[in-house]
């Protein structure tokens, strides 16, 4: 008899746990009916719009057996019953009952959410906790001022953008507690620095225009780190403003809250928000292959792709490297929605080269100039980010910055004098003169550039074939014989000198 009790106790407790996982699995109906009946609070404050897209059912046919349990798996965490509400429930707990963040989430007000600590210190920037060093607001401006130099030695244009956070544009939505104790951020300590520096016109910030424009419209999602739909097409426009003082016939495409049904049917240029995204128009755009796409070689393939964007028109070229704050609220970011990638600039540029998640060292940006010498090179990171280090900041660069700050030789040249010395080559190939560019990753020959004054070697320097290349020589000092440059291993249409005293 016992063992008939004990087998029919198991049967219905297996019962029950099976009712319960198949009621977990396919009712989240029930919940939201028992939410609203027990009285239990109201989540639609915190409620979950993650900037991403779910995994889709796998198909068991197309994958290897034995992924079927990690697919699966992946599968399931992303599409269970109940999923969006129990996150909801576990933010709402923390953040009303137990006044804690969750993770590095900070509650505000409205149902706003901000970040603290990491690689997304935002709230700890914006309370004034990072100050930036002597030594690293040196090692700043010293970036600035080489990446300035180098750009235009190679006949092209130099933009560092730094993006504005959250915290800082919708400080309205933080907590008084913390909003009250605002300090001084990593970004208006640089922007005091580099008053003084030769680079100020190439460092380009965005937060005047969010404020003025959050102070109409929301420019962040309320429950993400990113910039939305109107938000970036704000950045977008500031890289269009700085243009127009380099470029005549530059501007963004106009952005509606109401497109007109030529805009929607995809006849005529212009963006509109939708699905939470930006919608980009342009009915000449496509996107194309280009070897620069090889820069940004990332593990991470999809959604957070690198493209090249063009148009039919004549304009400017543009390479920028960045991350997903300008590029995920783009419509485009979901592969396969709305057609390929666009950028809203209108036709004054013709073609954008975006480079996800690259920060650029002089053997990239070496590479970007190989083949064809953009307009414009473009580097973005976000404020809150100044304190995490410098990325790109080696010799080559320092010595540009040298050039950058240092003064005009007047002729002739005095014996003893200290002196900087650049040199621009033009179409540099290897001895046989058809190589004008090498494949990123692919080997590429070595061309040996000497600095001569009078018979006498004072630096030496490698370089790539490339369409144009600028060395930045150490500094030396002269005997007062004329400065010439000496190829090997390949050869060069033409050289320039340029001479500079150190500052």
Known sequence: MKNTSTKKGIFICNLIFVVLWMTLLFSSLLFKASSRFTGWPNWDRYVVKENREHVTK???????????????????????????????????AHFNWMKTSVGREVPGLDGWIFRRGGDWAELDDYLGGFELTEAEMDNWITLFEGRKQWAEAHGSHYIQLVASVKAQIHNEKVFPAIRNHRGVCAREQLQKRLASSSAADCVVFTHEKLVEAAKRRPVFYEEDHHVNAYGVYLIYDVIADKLKDWFDGVDSLPIYDVPPEAVLEGKQDGCYEQ?????????????????????????IKFPMMSVASERSSS????VMANDSFMRYPLFSWK????????????????KVISLLFLRYSTGRLDYVVSEEVPDVIIEQFTECRLSLGIIGLDEPIRRASKFESGTDVALPIEKGQHLLVRCVLEKVTDETGTVTFARLGQAAPKITVELLEGDRAVDTATVQPGVRRAIFFKEVESTGSEFTVRVSGGKIESSQLALRMPK
């Open 275 to 299: 699905d939470r995204r930006l919608v980009v128009v342009m009915p000449e755009g496509k996107q194309i292959d280009d070897p620069l796409l090889a820069l940004a070689n990332t593990r």
């Open 315 to 318: 304009g400017l070229k543009i």
């Open 58 to 92: 796998p198909n068991l046919k197309k994958i290897p057996v034995r992924k079927w349990g990690s697919s699966l798996e992946a599968w399931y965490n992303d599409n269970f019953a109940w999923r969006s509400r129990l996150i909801q429930f576990y933010r709402y």
């Open 335 to 350: 592969r396969g929605a709305n057609g390929n990638v666009r950028f809203p600039f209108n036709q004054g540029v013709s």
